[in-house]
């Protein structure tokens, strides 16, 4: 009877909970984590620099209207008057750009810093998948580690129990009764870490999505342990480099900063504008005594050639040429990064399948290992210490199992992200291999 009592631990943890799956929360992140809300905001201020440097491409139109009453006094050597008379005036002016090298390159610009916002958001859209699932896996895994911990506990509570009783009949040493105890009093130390843990990990969770967790489902006993497909992590570098978000985005940055330097050589350059106006005035009198009203249209075109501003201009091109240069080091370094991440990635993938089924492969022998020592402790063959060793040895490869799935699954999007293809049909994979909602 003993026996069955000490091997029920194999069997505890065989049925998923049930409860708000990766996609609910996910979707609950989207409505309320600040970071994600903030790159929304981020990007629609990026996309309004596209309208804004096309502006300077169109005409401009003004109107001005002036109003004016004045006074005026002469003396003369015979003498003395004053006149009081009224002027208005309206004007309409309209400007057309021909040749402006810097409104040209802020044009430019402007395109360039509308692409990057939008690279940008969908940057932070699958940084939150990585965050969603990562802390819901936190708190998956903190989970596990409690009831382990809880399982493991009340185990080595019954052992105790049996150890006393072996004892006081001559059938066990106190040193069993001992180290019983001693195991029994770490792993209630070890319950209240734990579960500690796991309120930390809840809370990460409540921050990213705004809301208390309630209970999570978990993932089903069966995991398809998939490798990395296509099977060539060159093939995943080639993918990441000519389409990572990130590598996009420096790109755009680089154009930017090339078009800045054209902003900057424009100041060396002349300006060519047509301008049309329509102006209309109406003088009531003045010293003569005489109104005036007249009426001006005119066309033209502007020329404007800057000859010397004290050397800023030249200043602020090689600024701007230093300012391209790091542009262009920094997309070097983004390729250098991006390949890396896709390479470990790709590895943990690798590593995360062959970790998880050897430690499904330990667990398999663990658990033989402590039905063969309960076995032989019940022969006599085996101490009570010996058990609790074989109890600890099965426990600790549980939690680094469950943990190692957890990784695996969480390396299978860090690949994608890396690679700069993670999408939310992803996410919707891995949620279908939790364990289903119960009705209702």
């Known amino acids: 009877m003993n026996r069955w009592i000490s091997l029920g631990i194999l069997f505890v943890f065989s049925v998923p909970a049930t409860g708000d799956d990766l996609l609910d929360l996910y979707r609950q992140a989207k409505t309320s984590d600040p970071a994600w809300l903030a790159a929304q905001a981020g990007y629609q201020a990026g996309i309004e620099k596209a309208p804004q440097g096309r502006s300077l491409l169109l005409p401009t139109l003004g109107l001005s209207a002036s109003k004016s009453e004045s006074d005026q006094q002469v003396t003369t050597t015979t003498a003395n008057n004053t006149y009081h008379y009224g002027t208005d005036a309206y004007a309409i002016q309209l400007t057309q750009p021909l040749y402006r090298k810097q409104n040209a390159a802020a044009y430019a610009q402007g395109i360039a810093g509308a692409n990057q916002s939008e690279l940008e958001l969908e940057l932070a859209r699958q940084e939150l998948i990585l965050r969603a699932s990562q802390a819901y896996f936190d708190v998956l895994a903190a989970q596990d580690a409690l009831d382990f911990v809880i399982s493991e506990k009340e185990s080595i509570g019954k052992q105790l129990s049996l150890a006393r009783r072996n004892f006081n009949v001559g059938n066990a040493t106190l040193v069993d009764v001992h180290e019983a105890q001693a195991r029994y009093d770490i792993a209630a130390a070890q319950q209240i870490t734990a579960a500690n843990f796991l309120e930390v990990k809840k809370e990460a969770l409540r921050v990213l999505t705004g809301n208390e967790p309630g209970t999570l489902a978990r993932l089903e006993t069966k995991l398809d342990l998939q490798a990395p497909e296509p099977a060539d992590m060159n093939q995943w570098v080639e993918t990441a480099v000519n389409g990572s978000q990130r590598i996009?985005?420096?790109?755009?940055?680089?154009?930017?900063?090339?078009?800045?330097?054209?902003?900057?050589?424009?100041?060396?350059?002349?300006?060519?504008?047509?301008?049309?106006?329509?102006?209309?005035?109406?003088?009531?009198?003045?010293?003569?005594?005489?109104?005036?009203?007249?009426?001006?249209n005119q066309i033209g075109l502007q020329f404007q050639m800057p000859l010397y501003q004290g050397g800023g201009i030249s200043s602020k091109v090689r600024e701007s040429a230093a300012r391209l240069e790091e542009a262009n080091q920094r997309l070097d370094q983004a390729r250098r990064q991006v390949a890396q991440q896709v390479r470990e990635s790709y590895l943990a993938v690798i590593n995360g399948v062959a970790r998880v089924r050897a430690l499904e492969q330990a667990r398999v022998s663990n658990e033989r290992a402590l039905e063969s020592t309960v076995i032989g402790y019940e022969r006599g063959v085996r101490s009570g210490v010996d058990v609790l060793n074989a109890q600890r040895e099965l426990f600790l490869t549980r939690r680094d199992l469950s943990q190692a799935r957890y990784d695996y699954l969480l390396g299978r999007l860090r690949l994608k992200a890396a690679a700069g293809t993670l999408q939310e049909q992803d996410l919707e994979d891995i949620n279908r291999l939790l364990a289903r909602k119960s009705p209702g």
């Open 248 to 296: 996009k985005s420096q790109r755009e940055a680089v154009e930017i900063a090339r078009q800045e330097v054209e902003k900057s050589r424009g100041g060396h350059q002349p300006t060519l504008d047509l301008t049309a106006s329509r102006a209309y005035s109406d003088a009531g009198g003045s010293v003569q005594g005489l109104a005036i009203e007249s009426t001006t």
